[in-house]
């Protein structure tokens, strides 16, 4: 499958663009650091004392300070919200950029443990040469009380020391707490151990306070390597006596004189954590006020949807909030896709929500009783008390961008259909100004069940842009993996999905040539919400090359 360039700078253009731009800032301040304490006079006596260590640990920890900034921003998620959606970012491609930021985030995390175990490892051949290495003739410059002293003593005796064990141990949980295997089989560790940042930031910015790297503050009265008062030259070692002679140094006029570094960790992690503190202060301000739970419906499939009233509650479409029950946990959030918008003409919000985890279920559980087992009624409405409920948001997701396309494909699978449900539901309430001219729908279920959960909504758009002499704006295409009895959805009231409905997998790359043989030279967004196999696939054929000249950008859903 040939690569078209064209569609290539498209979708990964941005991203790597900014990917270069990052490692090109890291690999800056390593490099910097690193030349900076070897070949920099006021280090020459440490440098001296612990060699290229002494480098690698300071280059090291210049990169963690930068990425130690960084990895909070992306987690700024109101104000990226607030961004993309202000006439700030005017660009498509910036907008899209705004959608990687969970990418970016984790780049920076990695990149933090991978530099921390650099750094540690420097710092423990540090430690080992304070201990040998021990200077008679500078004491203030030995972080070690005496010559051969154990390094494991050290490191337990001094604030540096403890506070990097500590800060080895946070990182190391939230590390192994974030890989996929535990945040699929019990996110509540993942979600508990990454709140673990705010305990390792603090310890962070007090890291250096022990001062245990010094610089010599007098060098021009202490020309490095100079001959000391009552020492003449043949007590100077070969390699100094060969310094002397290219750079003219005489006899010192004074000691040398040390002094610790300033802490300076604080100048890059302050700005961002603050920043990170005011939203996460202004997201509990605004979620403070419960929400009312107006109705609980219960779908096929073990799927729950929830309709509610917020005030002053807005959102668009493609947008997500986050779930926060005390009853089931106080401390745990979880993000779903809005399925409907608030409008002018209706307060009502909703999401869809299947029941699959701990949490879902004990959700489920206080939401609805539980059924009689002689009544089946699909769906089920239940009304009842409702526990307390409040939500988050609403937060940018990348399906917002369906409506800035003259043509959009959006792409789903089984649960998937919730962002664009709400597109859906924007288009059947009339919603104007928006630029979209043609929609192509495609939803894949495992079973003809699921396709219950909007089939009312899939039929009254179809009627209305039909009443309205737009056949050809909706292109829906349903397709389901398991065959059953199709015959159950012979309705008449389901008529207009029943025909569409297809048995088995889509033919991926025979869609995508037909939506570009129907629009050359065109840009035709796609947005994808489902399966990582479906999410591949289609990212692959968006790169690929084609005779029609149609260009297609490539948007997958995330949440965090």
Request: proline share 5%.
């Amino acid at each position: 499958m040939a690569v078209s360039l064209r569609s290539w700078v498209a979708n990964e253009g941005g991203k790597h663009l900014v990917l270069m731009l990052w490692l090109g800032a890291n690999t800056w301040m390593f490099l910097n650091t690193f030349l900076l304490y070897s070949t920099g006079q006021q280090y020459h006596y440490l440098y001296k004392m612990l060699g290229v260590g002494l480098c690698i640990s300071r280059a090291s920890a210049s990169v963690l300070n930068l990425n130690c900034s960084l990895v909070l921003l992306p987690m700024c998620r109101s104000l990226l919200t607030f961004i993309r959606g202000t006439r700030v970012v005017s660009s498509r491609k910036t907008r899209r950029l705004l959608d990687k930021y969970k990418t970016f985030h984790v780049a920076c995390g990695v990149a933090v443990c991978l530099f921390s175990v650099v750094h540690v490892s420097a710092h423990m051949v540090n430690v080992v040469n304070f201990s040998v290495s021990y200077s008679d003739d500078f004491p203030a410059l030995n972080l070690a009380r005496y010559r051969g002293e154990d390094p494991k003593r050290i490191i337990l005796t001094t604030i540096p020391g403890v506070t990097g064990v500590l800060l080895v141990l946070i990182l190391l949980l939230m590390f192994i707490s974030s890989s996929y295997c535990v945040r699929v089989s019990n996110y509540e560790i993942f979600w508990y151990t990454h709140n673990l940042f705010i305990v390792f930031y603090i310890i962070l910015m007090v890291h250096m306070v022990g001062g245990a790297l010094k610089y010599q503050t007098n060098v021009e009265a202490h020309p490095p390597g100079c001959l000391g008062p009552n020492q003449s030259s043949t007590e100077q070692r070969v390699d100094d006596l060969d310094r002397l002679e290219d750079e003219d140094v005489g006899r010192c006029r004074e000691d040398a004189r040390f002094e610790p570094h300033w802490p300076q960790t604080w100048l890059w992690v302050s700005g961002p954590l603050c920043l990170y503190c005011v939203e996460r202060l202004y997201r509990y301000i605004r979620s403070s006020a419960p929400v009312t739970i107006v109705t609980v419906v219960k779908h096929p499939c073990n799927v729950i949807e929830l309709r509610m009233v917020k005030k002053n509650f807005k959102a668009r479409p493609g947008q997500y909030i986050v779930l926060n029950c005390p009853s089931v946990s106080s401390f745990e959030n979880h993000p779903f896709t809005l399925t409907k918008c608030p409008t002018v003409n209706r307060e009502t919000f909703g999401i869809h929500l299947r029941v699959v985890g701990d949490w879902t279920e004990r959700f489920t559980q206080l939401l609805l009783p539980q059924p009689r087992m002689d009544v089946e009624i699909l769906p089920m409405v239940q009304q009842r008390t409702y526990p307390k409920l409040y939500i988050d948001g609403p937060f940018g997701g990348p399906s917002e961008e369906v409506f800035n396309y003259d043509v959009s494909l959006c792409v789903a699978g089984g649960i998937g259909v919730t962002p664009f449900a709400c597109v859906l539901h924007a288009l059947l309430d009339g919603w104007r100004g928006f630029r979209l001219q043609r929609l192509y729908f495609v939803w894949v279920c495992r079973e003809l069940q699921s396709f219950y959960w909007f089939a009312e909504l899939l039929c009254a758009l179809h009627q209305k842009l039909w009443q309205e002499n737009r056949p050809d704006y909706f292109n829906l295409k349903l397709y389901v993996s398991q065959a059953g009895d199709l015959q159950s959805m012979s309705e008449e009231r389901f008529r207009p999905i029943a025909s569409r409905l297809l048995v088995g997998r889509p033919r991926w790359k025979l869609l995508l040539d037909e939506i570009g043989r129907s629009n050359k030279q065109k840009r035709v967004g796609v947005f994808c919400c489902g399966p990582k196999g479906i999410s591949r696939t289609l990212h692959k054929l968006c790169n690929s090359a084609r005779s029609c000249g149609t260009t297609f950008e490539f948007n997958k859903e995330s949440f965090s």
